[in-house]
T-cell receptor, first 106, second 115 residues
Framework: AQRVTQPEKLLSVFKGAPVELKCNYS??????LFWYVQYSRQRLQLLLR??SRESIKGFTADLNKGETSFHLKKPFAQEEDSAMYYCALNTDKLIFGTGTRLQVFP | NAGVTQTPKFRVLKTGQSMTLLCAQDMNHEYMYWYRQDPGMGLRLIHYSVGEGTTAKGEVPDGYNVSRLKKQNFLLGLESAAPSQTSVYFC??????????????FGPGTRLTVL
């Protein structure tokens, strides 16, 4: 079955702490994965895609096919990172995980 | 460029009423999508369209109908609203089919409550 799992509904950290938002997927084909972010009262927007292998707003994500994971990481969280984060898998349509709310306290 | 816009922003319906949500995009995108977002369930695809005059079912199509008469517009209809359809509805569009090189752009959402 094609599935995206984000095990944490809520992740709370203090400013400056490292952050890791977990994402695991189940897919028989070659995966294409994305992270989308939704800031408060804003629309959903693409944060990064696995193929770009770039850092966006200090976030990185590495595709680990052996562990079927695509965890989102940032070494030092900022208050403005507080948002809802969704991992998504492309199966010719996007399948979204249930999302993780990141709260960064001052 | 307004991007993807949705009308209305909020709506309250009574059970059994009907309504239409309008999505418009000015990016000349071929593909358009309707999602619903529910707490603890993420975004789920309702219907989508791969071009003007086409529609297809997504993961949760029951109780909804769609039409794509014009390339820039994608309408989502609820013929007889039910409380289970209380949700936030998002429209999205993309130039081509989803890929690692192609991005979906989302609208601001419509918050619908069915009493």
């Amino acid at each position: 079955a094609q599935r995206v799992t984000q095990p944490e509904k809520l992740l709370s950290v203090f400013k400056g702490a490292p952050v890791e938002l977990k994402c695991n997927y189940s897919y028989s084909g070659s995966p294409e994965l994305f992270w989308y972010v939704q800031y408060s009262r804003q629309r959903l927007q693409l944060l990064l895609r696995h193929i770009s292998r770039e850092s966006i707003k200090g976030f990185t994500a590495d595709l680990n096919k052996g562990e079927t994971s695509f965890h989102l990481k940032k070494p030092f969280a900022q208050e403005e990172d507080s948002a809802m984060y969704y991992c998504a898998l492309n199966t010719d349509k996007l399948i979204f995980g249930t999302g993780t709310r990141l709260q960064v306290f001052p | 460029n307004a991007g993807v816009t949705q009308t209305p922003k909020f709506r309250v319906l009574k059970t059994g009423q009907s309504m239409t949500l309008l999505c418009a995009q000015d990016m000349n995108h071929e593909y358009m999508y309707w999602y619903r977002q529910d707490p603890g369930m993420g975004l789920r695809l309702i219907h989508y369209s791969v071009g003007e005059g086409t529609t297809a079912k997504g993961e949760v199509p029951d109780g909804y109908n769609v039409s794509r008469l014009k390339k820039q517009n994608f309408l989502l209809g609820l013929e007889s609203a039910a409380p289970s359809q209380t949700s936030v509805y998002f429209c999205a569009s993309s130039y081509e089919e989803i890929s690692s090189y192609n991005e979906q752009f989302f609208g601001p959402g419509t918050r619908l409550t069915v009493l």
